[in-house]
């Protein structure tokens, strides 16, 4: 055992977090576990109605502990002392305000319980009217600091989250020193330096939702901000300049955070990213590979050279950062604001009768078959049959052209629809949100040459991803992994270990292939063009007349 080194990938999603264990030289998985947030599964502290979704920060530290050692605990004796590298993978934009210790609020006293010093989720979307004001400023500075961003700022992203928490909480107001991506809190505390000056930043955090670029110093400058609100004063000096790549290594684990892991003290920790960007990397993204990590949202990610980017500055993206997935080259991002969540709003939906029922466990047996069921009876529709058509704005619009103003719409329905009618026209109107995304890419030069999916509904429905191949007329490689974003993570760790030198290298060895390839039905696919045509109409109506 005393020459294998293994890396630990941490992969923090929206209701879980996980690790896995990987042999860096084979990429075989030794053990995984997964921890669901205790606080968050109890529906502490989000208000849905309000677009209001918050973490408690114990929660993923307790995530943490548990699942790291849970994970090694199903290792063969001897794995912890050859651990040798562990990186992070989170949501984002995922902020939270700290003080000048760079703790996060809610773990002072005073704030333990107020959602306001916790970590503001990325499908928070409280911030609308603090987006549309850093929009309209951003229009009309001399820097247009949006326009690596896709020209569109959006309240997903941590600027405006920040500006609307401070304005709506003077007791945050007055305690609040700085703020923290979570993706870079993590590997702080663990190394034991969260001042927030000191901090080794994420270039894909800074670079994608907090405007930061290398062209014009860093961050906004602090005119742009207090301009937008005089809130935001000295904030800019509280924060960071330079901005690192994955590849680069934070620091190695305090002896608390080792002793709480049962690790060793050496082992080196690496700079975060989010999950997407670092779940494309475990889904060995290449040039020219576009990306879509599908689960409740979906993030499309691509990696491309700067020869074929040059010069382009591609409008209504989630933007364009030089790093922020392959180092070396410039990380692209998009997605979809719902995409399962569109299936599980559904499903919610049409079973709030089963709250009647005295059985629990029948129930939940109920619920459980729901869309499995919906998914076959809407396979066996023609496409057209039904004359239903929706938007998948459920959750606001992230790309193209960001706009969480936007809802969803259902259009066709009649005494007539029924359950897989509709669910089937929720499919195909997330299916046209994908399409709509890769047009964007295609219309400004970049080429993609084969697509990859990742994540819960890849692996869980192939009604879903039968309809995006057919919509898309392209194929669609599934890749095997289960935790891919976490392996991606762990790829990260092997070369701040030093165990390979560049992250492709580490992508070679420990890659785990593809499950699976939907191919497009071509019929289908000409039979969608018209459907497609009709999305975007349906989709420019609904924006213009409703929600403009």
């Not at 602090?222 to 904030?235: C, V």
């Not at 901005?243 to 050496?266: C, F, H, I």
């Not at 992508?507 to 039905?521: D, L, R």
Request: charge should be negative.
């Amino acid at each position: 055992m005393s020459d294998k080194k293994f890396v630990i990938g941490l992969d923090y999603g929206s209701d879980s977090c996980r690790s896995i264990i990987i042999d860096a030289h084979t990429g075989e998985e030794l053990a995984t576990s997964v921890k669901y947030y205790s606080r968050w599964m109890d529906g502490k502290y989000c208000v849905p109605h309000k677009d209001q979704y918050r973490q408690h920060p114990l929660d993923y530290l307790e995530g943490l502990e548990y699942t790291v050692k849970d994970a090694l605990s199903n290792c063969p004796a001897g794995t912890a002392e050859n651990v040798v590298g562990m990186a992070f993978d989170t949501t984002g934009s995922t902020p939270c305000f700290t003080n000048s210790e760079g703790t996060p609020l809610a773990l002072t006293p005073g704030f333990e319980e107020d959602p306001n010093a916790m970590f503001i989720l990325w499908k928070d979307h409280t911030a609308v009217k603090e987006a549309d004001e850093i929009n309209a400023l951003a229009a009309k500075w001399d820097v247009d600091y949006t326009q690596y961003e896709g020209g569109i700022y959006s309240s997903e992203w941590v600027w405006a989250k920040a500006l609307h928490v401070l304005r709506e909480d003077e007791k945050i107001r007055k305690a609040a020193y700085s703020w923290i991506e979570y993706c870079d809190w993590l590997p702080a505390v663990i190394t034991g330096n969260t001042k927030p000056e000191e901090v080794k930043r994420s270039r894909c955090a800074a670079g994608h939702k907090a405007m930061w670029h290398e062209s014009w110093g860093g961050l906004p400058s602090e005119k742009f901000l207090t301009t937008l609100d005089p809130l935001l004063a000295g904030f800019r000096d509280r924060l960071f300049e330079k901005t690192y790549d994955s590849s680069e290594v934070v620091g190695t684990l305090t002896p608390e955070w080792a002793a709480k892991l049962g690790l060793s003290e050496n082992v080196k920790v690496g700079v975060g990213a989010f999950d997407a960007h670092m779940g494309a990397v475990g889904g060995e993204v290449v040039e020219k590979s576009f990306v879509r990590i599908m689960g409740t949202s979906t993030c499309d990610i691509m990696a491309a050279s700067y020869a074929d980017v040059q010069d382009k500055l591609i409008p209504g993206i989630c933007g364009q950062v030089d790093g922020s997935v392959l180092p070396g080259m410039v990380g692209l991002e998009a997605g979809q604001s719902a995409f399962g969540d569109v299936y599980a709003w559904f499903k919610r939906l049409i079973e709030w009768p089963l709250q009647f029922l005295d059985d629990a466990d029948k129930a939940d047996a109920i619920r459980n078959k729901i869309i499995p069921a919906l998914a076959d009876e809407a396979e066996k529709l023609e496409i057209g049959e039904t004359a239903l058509l929706a938007t998948d704005w459920m959750n606001g619009r992230r790309t193209p052209d960001a706009n969480q103003k936007v809802k969803g719409t259902i259009t066709g329905i009649n005494l007539g629809s029924t359950a897989p009618m509709v669910f089937r026209a929720l499919v195909e109107a997330t299916a046209f949100g994908s399409k709509a995304i890769i047009d964007r890419f295609i219309e400004n030069g970049v080429e993609i040459q084969q697509v990859i999916a990742l994540g819960g509904v890849a692996k869980k429905s192939r009604f879903v991803m039968q309809t995006l191949s057919d919509v898309l007329g392209m194929p669609i490689k599934v890749v095997a992994s289960e935790q891919t974003c976490a392996l991606g993570a762990a790829m990260f760790a092997a070369v701040n270990a030093g165990v390979y030198a560049k992250v492709e290298e580490a992508q070679k060895a420990m890659g785990q292939g593809f499950e699976s390839e939907y191919v497009p039905n071509l019929e289908a696919h000409e039979q969608y063009k018209t459907y497609y045509a009709e999305y975007l109409k349906l989709g420019a109506l609904t924006e213009k007349e409703f929600f403009s």
